[in-house]
């Protein structure tokens, strides 16, 4: 399909926040060209005429356990503990590869209506989690969650082989899901595993302070650190939350050139704490943002992620000042790019794959048009959502989705799993 | 006007949060009956089969300055004071009074998007906030913002009789800027003019650390403690933000029968702090939600503020079970009710007046139905909202206003208006 973005405001991300006007060409999965209106030799299969709204690239939401939208409203008001011990895992026993199927579907719709273009996934069976993706037209990173009880380093291995062999819009990063969770000799696994793959590595890391005190109580020193002599990180990674991080934390951060997902709204409503996002980025370590699963959160929308960042930032810091709007953009897009290995998704320009979004600027909470930019971060919503599109294809427009189902299935299958956990 | 909503879900809020099914029969300005499918001898103008969706009540903007559209995304990122004398009042100090007409139908807009049905503002120009309201059909309480340079007793007097005697959907409540914006003699005036018509008062209180030691300075105790002191509240009332609030502070709001407003996104994005919302419930302080205006938020999104006013009350406490999403709901609704005088506006109930929204539950973000109500404050959205009825007449449906004017007519004026300010 050759489509044609014309009469548009585009936020390239291409260098700068520059907004300029023109249109953005997309041939098969690919940007053919970013600019002012100019003679092309294409036959177009569509025309979109922008109304000088705004394209722009889409949101990476490089956190997220995606099937635990069953869980949703389900388990509220509750410290991370007893939320793990008596609400998630006793259901997360029960559930299918096929119930991960459908959850990753609903999960994926939603990341649609928000602007979201790809995931960082992680969850129990990646070949579901892949065939939702596969199925809807989506963009999956999926990692792994390593832990004593499910997850082996050999199904790590295959799972690395096979999903990053196949379709373009698949991939698999090696991953654990955290150090509580597991045995020195698990990590030193994978350890081994990410040398002998030359793969990065990520995990759950700082999350709550009774984390961070298990570990120097279990291992003498804090995860980043453990995790850092243990050289988990030779071939780089990262970790979401780093929530209770210290300085030294983050310097390893920082030398190993590993990225941070931060979940500002899970963080919150787990009363788990606020992250010091203002003093990774001086250390210039690169921060990406993730919603977390909708179990913690509860909901999959990057608006609300976008101005929790800067948000709790300026008063974690008391400094109005601290990460403002470009920076929490840069984050949303280029930060979750580096973090999942998208390069070819960090921006519009000529050759990336053709991940973008249409932002409606005639709504109320996009006018007046002093600063678009900032309008997005700070008072933008998914009602301005109007077009989504992943690797070329359409997935959503004016509140329709175009995946392959109707949404009335999936709610209707999403519901009776429910109900089926539940009971 | 006889509306009929039928084959509906219904959140009344009329006493607790049980969700029944049936319908809502609007007669005029007032609710008529809420229950199950019943023969009614009436002929209705509109029947809508609300496909099993929610109806609810509106909710209630308690704390906001409208026409502060003009400075959105204008003055970003600079503390409260700079914020205030460097940005918001050079450039206010050019305002007319039709200016914030225009930038008012502008706000109200974005209030009808997020299910808001009314609002509580302070600014300059009653006379065409009120007509602002008027004429989009909204409902307006206004308040005085009596300061050492704007507003007089005499002006405060003269809208207290006149706003309060016509137009069911206008009416005013006294009401000061701020104890650092006013002089002991105003103050002592507003207390004489409470007492002689018998009203309650507002203000903003407490908002920063530096307003609170300022307070102490020039007077030697805290604001809240000096309003006490003063009379202020013989009648009742109470005040915006609350940020910075001691517990004796809060035992003056408890004795007083005051109501609180808090107002979350303002407060983070100024770096102002985070107010103690669960404290101010264990001592019985009737709570209420405020987006504040859209120059500190900067957008008019109740969802927003719903899910941070919980979100940062369990990371405030380190308490996961603080304000949850019922006691959230309450305030966003009945809380903001009680503050602003609208006994007739708190729940769905015969008598009631009809300022109703219907929420899609049919989005991938209300999915699956494990709790309505909690769906509604943790993972709901504008993108939800899809009629908003005010004094039982329709202004919002489906994403179009029935306002008596085109959006892009008033977009185009809030730029013009925009562009010659900020020129």
Chains 1, 2 share one sequence.
């Not at 177009?44 to 005429?49: G, M, P, T, V």
């Not at 999956?140 to 295959?158: C, Y």
């Amino acid at each position: 399909m050759n489509i044609r973005f014309y009469n548009a405001r585009i936020l390239s991300m291409n260098g700068d926040f520059t907004i300029t006007t023109g249109e953005v060409i997309v041939c098969g999965d690919r940007i053919h060209y970013v600019g002012a209106p100019a003679a092309h030799n294409l036959i177009f299969d569509r025309e979109i005429d922008c109304e000088k709204n705004l394209l722009m690239p889409g949101f990476k939401n490089a956190h997220t356990h995606s099937a635990m939208t069953f869980l949703r409203s389900y388990a509220d008001d509750l410290p991370l503990s007893s939320w793990l011990n008596d609400k998630v895992f006793p259901l997360e026993a029960k559930l299918t590869a096929e119930h991960i199927y459908h959850l990753s579907v609903l999960a994926i719709m939603e990341y649609l209506t928000s602007g979201i273009t790809s995931n960082f996934d992680m969850y129990f069976t990646p070949e579901t989690i892949a065939q939702a993706a596969l199925d809807t037209g989506f963009r999956t990173v999926m990692t792994g969650a390593l832990n004593n009880f499910t997850h082996s380093l050999q199904e790590l291995e295959d799972w690395h082989d096979r999903f990053n062999n196949g379709d373009e819009r698949i991939s698999f990063i090696l991953g654990f899901h955290a150090e509580y969770t597991n045995s020195l000799e698990n990590l030193e696994g994978l350890a081994a595993l990410a040398h002998k793959l030359r793969a990065p590595v990520f995990t759950h890391c700082s999350e709550t302070a009774e984390e961070v005190s298990g570990c120097i109580e279990r291992h003498g020193i804090t995860p980043p650190a453990l995790f850092d002599r243990l050289d988990l990180f030779r071939y780089g990674g990262g970790a979401y939350h780093c929530v209770h991080i210290t300085e030294e934390d983050l310097d390893i951060f920082a030398a190993s050139n590993l990225s941070i997902v931060t979940n500002p709204a899970s963080n919150l409503k787990l009363a788990s704490g606020i992250a010091p996002i203002q003093r990774m980025l001086d250390k210039g370590i690169n921060v990406a943002i993730g919603t977390d699963g909708p179990a913690s959160n509860n909901c999959l929308d990057f608006f609300r992620e976008m101005f929790l960042v800067t948000g709790l930032a300026k008063a974690r810091e008391e400094d109005a000042a601290a990460v403002d709007a470009f920076a929490v953009l840069e984050m949303a897009v280029r930060g979750g790019a580096i973090a999942m290995g998208l390069s070819d998704c960090d921006c519009l320009a000529p050759g990336k794959l053709a991940d973008i979004i249409l932002i409606d600027l005639k709504q109320p909470n996009m006018q007046p048009l002093n600063n678009i930019a900032k309008n997005i971060v700070y008072s933008g919503s998914k009602q301005n959502v109007t077009l989504t599109m992943v690797n070329g294809r359409i997935l959503y427009e004016n509140g329709h989705f175009h995946i392959g189902i109707a949404p009335e299935q999936v709610y209707a299958k999403v519901n009776e799993i429910t109900q089926m956990l539940t009971r």
